[in-house]
Every structure is written in C-alpha cells, then in structure tokens.
C-alpha cells in the first residue's frame, strides 16, 4: 500500500507539492519508523488554497441541497467500499489498531457525509406572516470555512467539519495536526472522485503557524477548531479580531460516576471505553472515575482482572486492541503525569511505565486514592491513564464531578433511573451518557461548555454553526414616512 501521500496538499481538485515548505516527516508510532514526509504550506500555498475555496464557493452555493447531498453520499459510498484501505491508513497515521479503526474511523466519516448529504435538500427558512406584509428567512452558507484539527481522529475530524460545511453550501480550507497528515488528503481526494468541484474543499499542512495564517485571512468566515484548550483560546482571539464565527472542540477532564447499586460489568466497560479506547487518546474521555465507596475495590479488582485481556502489540493486526500513543512528544506528556500521579501519592494499580518494545507504547494505567487536588485529577492527560477518586454520596459527587475548568462529557452509571437523570441534569458538560460511555453516533449533537468549547458538531445542531439566517421583511402596501 502507498503510504507516502501523492502529494502535500489538495488544492483546487488536484494533488499539489512546494518542496520549499518545512518538511514533516510521517512517522508509524508502532514503530517509530519514518513512512513517508510532506511539505509546511508556504504563504503561496496558503494563498492559493483560499483563493481556490473562495472561487469554488459561490457556484456551490448556487447548487440546490439536493444536489449538494448528492454529492456527499456518493462519497459516503465510496468510502464504505474503501474501508479496509483508508483503516489501515489511519492506522499508519496514527497508530491506532485496525481493531478500531475498521471500525470506527473511516465509518464514521462515512456517517457524517450520509447524515449531512441527506440534510443538504432540507435547510429551508420561514415564513412568518405579518398581518398583510411578511417576513421569510433564508439560510445562507457563510463562505469560506477553515478546519484545523488534532491528530487523534484525522478521518473523523476532516469529514465532521467538512460535511456539515459543504452541506450548507460553505467551501473548505482543511489543515490537519502536521502529526497526522495522510487521511485528510485521502477524504479530499474521494470527494472530487464523487463529483465535488474543484476547490470545494482543500487540505493543506502545517504546524500551528499555517493554521494562523489561515484563521488570520479577511477571505475566511469561520474557523472550526478541535484541538487542546490554551489552542483554543489562541484561535478564538484571532477568529474575534476579525468577527469571525468559531467552532472550538477543545480538550476535558470528564467525570464519570459508578454507584453502588451500578451493573459492576457494565460500569467496568464503560470506564475502559472512556479511557483506553485509542489509547486513551480521546477528548471526551471520563478520565476522572468516581466510584462509590461500598463498590470500590470490587470495581478495582475487575478493571485489573478485565485489563489483563488487553491485547496490546501490532496494531495491524486485528487482534490487537491497545496501540501506541500517536508520538514520542505524546508519550512522553503521557509518562510525565505518571510520575506526578506516582510522586503525589496516588496508589497504582496497574501499568504505569513504557512497554519495552518498538514504537511510543504506554502501558494501560490506572492510580486509586486519587485525590481531587492531584494534577492527574485537575489536567489532560490524553493517554491512557485512569485517575479513580471514591465518594460517599450523590451531592458530593456531583460537586466533584462539577468542580473543574472543563466541561466536555460526563457519565454516570447507576440502575436507579431517577438518580441517573437527576445527576446528569445537574453536570455542567456538553456531551453526557447514562450507564454507557463515549458513544458518539452523528445523529447526536457533540461538544462541551466551559473551557472544553462553543458550538456543537454533528446533528442538526452543527447546521447553525454551518450557516447564517437572513430574514426580508415584504411590504404590500405603502411606506409611511413621518417626512
Ligand atoms: P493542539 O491544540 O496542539 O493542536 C490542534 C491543531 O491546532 C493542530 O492542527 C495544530 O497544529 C493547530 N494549531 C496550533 N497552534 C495554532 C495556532 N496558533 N493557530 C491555528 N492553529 C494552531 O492539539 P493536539 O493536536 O495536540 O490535540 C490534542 C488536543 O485536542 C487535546 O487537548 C484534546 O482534548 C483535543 N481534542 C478535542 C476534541 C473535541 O472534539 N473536543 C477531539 C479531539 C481532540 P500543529 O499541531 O500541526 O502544530
């Protein structure tokens, strides 16, 4: 299989290549083997991608939904049938087994370019009588969107903002983590494979400074980011200079909260989704798992026991179902809060250290006896590390749960539906799960309050993060003027 991208960039419906940008080398975190490089974007690049997305748009946007839509799901279609070849391709980019990423990766980019082609037809405005005059609404697409992503999804995260964009009528300029930057090239590819016009939608790499200069350009309307806090912040600042519209998906530190009364399994289950799924490489994740006293070591035990199932090693094969972290810088972020949890007393349970084979492989963790004031209580760690914190009753947990900067997801288990409801009612979270845990279907709104973001991706809700209501009002008879 071709690992090394055809090219750097996508631009303008075709492949693109300035060798005079900094070079990326594309590194396999299994292995730690270089597979591949790509270009920095130069300024020319940057210019020429937005110059393309702003010619391209117009004309899209003078398209009916229906044939938007069209477009969307015939590359839905084709990335179905390519599943097997973009999975292994996600793999390579970031490291995360074929277990998971045949499953969820390419599919789920596949899900968001259906649900959104199929909207495409349906974004109507309104009619709003006013005795003899009236007022209608139209739902216009804002221009030129600009994505930057982080490299834990990069499938995921190029079609989640491009497909609701370019189902609104929008054009995009992508720039996926300079960590991951195949997949997003193959998503562009595909698209104009299934009919999209060219400059419609562009990739283009980079670090952080390639991501500013597009944020910074007055030719962009909005920027959606998904990324870490403190990026967030930055990418605000520079969207607000300008009056741009933002999507930010930024980092947490969710709670989840296990009751006694909880199905031990099932609460076992879903403190593995919500903390070793990608090797712990997921925004979402409730990091922070309070369990309730009467149930604690018996949760612990099982999490061990069920732990030790893990299969870690070659993430190409379809067995394995731990990988490696996406890179060494990552991995070792990831060790240096072990040896705080280590260092401020946190019990630990199981792992806790570097596997000693090839590549950036983190041993599954979990610390008990963590304590709120801990740092791997308080920040993102974004590896597979699991901070258990106990707790005597509801209002305290909840307290608890709340007492962070964060507020992307939260989670409770418990068979008591009323307290479920009554506990979830009251988290200051976006994304949040009753005895279950990070699922995140595209039918769903996605997205956190606090610090972990504004506006909401996926479902109907990402169409008012996508567009712009104009309203007209119609007068029939004449204009009253007081001179
Ligand atoms: P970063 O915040 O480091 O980077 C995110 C993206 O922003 C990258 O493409 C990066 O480029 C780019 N960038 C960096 N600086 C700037 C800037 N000044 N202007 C414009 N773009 C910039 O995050 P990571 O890639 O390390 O991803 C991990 C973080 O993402 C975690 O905090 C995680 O919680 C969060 N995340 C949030 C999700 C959500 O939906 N809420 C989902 C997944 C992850 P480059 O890195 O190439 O230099």
């Not at 693109?16 to 990326?24: K, L, N, Q, S, W």
């Not at 216009?140 to 994505?147: A, M, R």
């Not at 593995?272 to 006293?293: A, D, H, L, M, P």
């Not at 026991?305 to 993430?315: F, N, Q």
Request: charged content about 20%; aromatic content about 8%.
């Amino acid at each position: 299989m071709q690992l090394q991208p055809t090219a750097s960039h996508f631009i303008d419906g075709a492949y693109v290549e300035d060798t005079e940008g900094a070079p990326i080398d594309i590194i396999y975190p299994a292995t730690g083997q270089v597979i591949g490089r790509v270009h920095a974007a130069t300024p020319a690049i940057v210019d020429r991608a937005l110059a393309s997305a702003e010619a391209a748009q117009r004309d899209w946007a003078r398209r009916t939904g229906r044939e938007r839509g069209r477009i969307l799901t015939r590359a839905a279609a084709i990335i179905r049938e390519r599943n097997h070849e973009l999975s292994v391709l996600e793999t390579h980019d970031t490291g995360k087994p074929l277990q998971e990423t045949l499953a969820v990766d390419a599919t789920s980019a596949a899900d968001a370019l259906e649900y959104f082609g199929g909207l495409a037809a349906s974004l109507t405005g309104e009619h709003i009588a006013l005795g003899e005059d009236w007022v209608y609404t139209v739902r216009e697409p804002l221009g030129v969107c600009v994505g930057i992503g982080a490299w834990n999804y990069p499938t995921q995260i190029a079609a989640w903002k491009g497909a609701p964009a370019l189902a609104c009528g929008n054009a995009m300029v992508f720039k996926p983590s300079e960590t991951t930057p195949i997949c997003a090239l193959k998503l562009a590819e595909i698209l104009v494979e299934a009919g999209l016009p060219k400059g419609v939608y562009n990739v283009v790499q980079g670090m952080g400074e390639v991501g500013a200069a597009l944020v910074g350009d007055p030719r962009v309307a909005k920027v959606s980011l998904t990324g870490s806090v403190p990026t967030g912040r930055k990418v605000y600042a520079a969207a607000a200079a300008q009056m741009k519209h933002v999507t930010m998906e930024l980092g947490g530190k969710s709670p989840l909260i296990i009751f006694d009364d909880a199905d031990l399994d099932n609460a076992v289950g879903g403190a593995i989704n919500g903390n070793f799924y990608s090797s712990g490489q997921v925004c979402s994740n409730g990091t922070r798992v309070f369990v309730q006293k009467g149930i604690k070591e018996a949760f612990l035990a099982r999490l061990a026991e069920r732990l030790g199932d893990a299969v870690i090693g070659d993430p190409l094969d379809e067995a394995t179902s731990f990988g490696p972290m996406v890179s060494a810088a990552q991995m070792n972020i990831v060790l240096g809060y072990v040896d705080k949890g280590k260092a401020e007393g946190a019990r630990l349970i199981c792992g806790g250290q570097r596997l000693a084979r090839d590549g950036f492989y983190v041993a599954p963790t979990v610390f008990a006896d963590v304590s709120d004031d801990m740092t791997i209580a308080r920040e993102e760690i974004f590896g597979p590390v699991m901070s258990v914190l106990d707790f005597e009753d509801e209002a305290e947990a909840v307290a608890r749960a709340n007492a962070t900067e964060f507020g992307l997801s939260a989670g409770v288990f418990t068979r008591d539906l009323s307290r479920a409801h009554r506990v979830i009612g009251q988290m200051q979270a976006g994304s949040c799960f009753i005895n279950s845990y990070n699922d995140a279907p595209v039918e769903a709104p996605f997205g956190g309050v606090k610090a972990s973001g504004v506006g909401r991706e996926n479902s109907k809700e990402a169409i008012q993060h996508y567009s712009q209501v104009k309203s007209v009002y119609v007068r029939m008879g004449d204009v009253e003027a007081p001179f």
